[in-house]
């Protein structure tokens, strides 16, 4: 029985969804509602046993599992570690565990415990990049810096975790558009993650004012254009050190597009050319959601 509101990455749609952890212990960042209606706690031992004890018997040929909500990596290493581990002995078919993480858990790790999560077989995290750019990750309390996210990618690839990271078109508006997009692309160029989503701002109810408020001057929104606009700078700026697997498919996007970079280079500028000269072809704003 799920503790909702529920979210996981795109990707982990196949997965089962463990919630080790409900709500996000920092619940600050000025564009995000996801856990604002919960109260940050980690779930009891005991608890999380139940349900796995339940649900290997349910589903015995799960390869995938996710670990909810916002900061599974908030958790003690050693309970991680045991509820890994456990996870692990109860799904013999199990591939791969992975999580979200924010750079301040991943900073907060010593070596050691990376090493460990890594060899209990936490095998991938998930972590919300935003923007490069310095001054807008103060505008949008997102609660860390460029050259803290840099090092938490680091590390994470260090200890040879898959890394997928995500950015967000229009966060810093038109006024910053172009900063946004060449600080992202140039700290997305240097960390290189496995994976990379560009998702597009949808500021929901209960949290425009409170954003606008933060944002500390104007928000002036892009337009759809500008989005395509600034989805083409990123992809054109994009110099991965090693194959980056970008997506920008999120139910949030105007259009759902991906391919390899810098492989795909090419062909993704070409249909974002398309789209700015086709703009009915992109999803109605009211299917839009963050
Ligand atoms: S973006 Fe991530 S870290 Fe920020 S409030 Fe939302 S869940 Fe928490």
Not at 109 to 131: C, H, N, P, Q, V
Not at 241 to 268: C, E, M, W
Request: net charge positive; aromatic share 10%.
């Amino acid at each position: 029985m799920y503790d909702y509101p529920l979210f996981r990455p795109p990707s982990e749609a196949n997965s089962l969804i463990f919630q080790v952890t409900l709500g996000c212990s920092f619940n600050r960042c000025s564009f995000c509602n996801m856990y604002r209606t919960k109260e940050y706690r980690e779930r009891q031992w005991e608890e999380i046993k139940t349900e796995v004890d339940i649900t290997s018997s349910a589903y015995p040929e799960t390869r995938r599992i996710f670990l909810a909500d916002g900061d599974a990596l908030n958790l003690q290493t050693d309970k991680l570690i045991k509820i890994i581990k456990y996870l692990y002995s109860s799904f013999s078919n199990l591939e791969r565990v992975a999580c979200y993480a924010m750079p301040k858990n991943l900073l907060q790790k010593s070596d050691f415990d990376l090493d460990k999560l890594r060899e209990a077989g936490l095998g991938m995290m998930y972590l919300g990049i935003e923007t490069g750019n310095d001054a807008l990750l103060m505008k949008i309390t997102k609660g860390a810096t460029s050259k803290g996210i840099l090092q938490a990618c680091q590390k994470a690839k260090a200890h040879n975790f898959v890394l997928s990271c995500m950015v967000i078109l229009g966060i810093g508006g038109s006024t910053y558009t172009k900063q946004h997009i060449d600080d992202t692309a140039r700290l997305v160029s240097v960390l290189s993650p496995d994976y990379l989503a560009a998702l597009n701002l949808q500021l929901e109810e209960g949290i425009y004012e409170e954003f606008i408020r933060k944002f500390g001057e104007p928000y002036i929104p892009v337009s759809d254009y500008e989005v395509l606009d600034e989805l083409e700078r990123l992809v054109s700026q994009i110099s991965p050190q090693r194959s980056i697997v970008f997506r920008a498919n999120h139910a949030s996007n105007v259009y759902s597009l991906g391919g390899t970079l810098p492989d795909d280079r090419k062909r993704i500028l070409s249909l974002i050319e398309g789209l700015k000269k086709r703009p009915e072809l992109l999803k109605p704003k009211v299917l839009r959601r963050f």
